[in-house]
Structures are given as C-alpha cells and as structure tokens.
C-alpha cells in the first residue's frame, strides 16, 4: 500500500490517511544566493500534518484501479492500513514510502515526518 500511496501523492500533490493525517507537496522558488553567484533550482517539499481527516473518493478509486479491486474493497483496505499502520507507530516503528520518506512517532507521541 506504501507504494501505491507514495505514487498517489506524487501524482495529486496531497494525500488525506484517515488517522493518520495530510500530506501536502509544495514547490519552493528558485534561490538565487547573490555573495557566490549561485541559483538554485526549484524544490518540492512534503508537508505532513497530524490531522483528523476522512478517506477521500479520489484516493479510494485511486487504489481500485492500481489493484484492480472494486471502491468498497479498496476502501476497506485503506482503513485497515491506515490502522494497522498507526498500530505500528504506536509501538515506535517507522512507516517507509519509497522515495519519499517515513512516518514516525516521537518521544511526545506526534506523527512526524521525514524526508
């Protein structure tokens, strides 16, 4: 499921985890650094926020057509990862997403992310 949804973010720019929270890719402008003559390049940047949110329709048929599974299924799904997975970092685990980075919880129980 990482996987699906580290592509689903990629592609739409944001992603609600009922449980969990939002994700949210913004693009950071060019820098220029005038004392060494340098420009830099714009960059994305993955905002995560521990949020209350609801599972989202597009994100549900998102995960129906990558596993080729009907919405109500893919739904049930999600909801059961998003548990398990809050499960997980309640024991101190990390949650990776390929090339994107991981969850995990601190010392003060918040959801944090890292890129």
């Known amino acids: 499921m990482e996987k699906i949804i580290a592509s689903y973010l990629v592609q739409k720019n944001e992603c609600s985890l009922?449980?969990?929270?939002?994700?949210?890719?913004?693009?950071?402008?060019?820098?220029?650094?005038?004392?060494?003559?340098?420009?830099?390049?714009?960059?994305?940047?993955?905002i995560f926020k521990e949020d209350e949110v609801?599972?989202?329709?597009?994100?549900?048929?998102?995960?129906?057509?990558?596993?080729?599974?009907?919405?109500?299924?893919?739904?049930?799904?999600i909801n059961n990862w998003c548990q398990q997975s809050k499960s997980k970092m309640d024991l101190g685990e990390k949650i990776y997403f390929e090339s994107i980075g991981s969850l995990q919880k601190n010392a003060a129980g918040n959801i944090f992310f890292h890129k």
Not at 54 to 77: F, P, T
């Open 18 to 46: 009922p449980g969990i929270g939002h994700f949210k890719i913004t693009t950071k402008s060019a820098q220029l650094d005038i004392a060494n003559k340098k420009l830099f390049p714009p960059t994305d940047e993955i």
């Open 54 to 77: 609801h599972l989202r329709k597009d994100l549900v048929s998102y995960v129906s057509l990558q596993k080729k599974i009907h919405e109500n299924d893919a739904a049930e799904q």
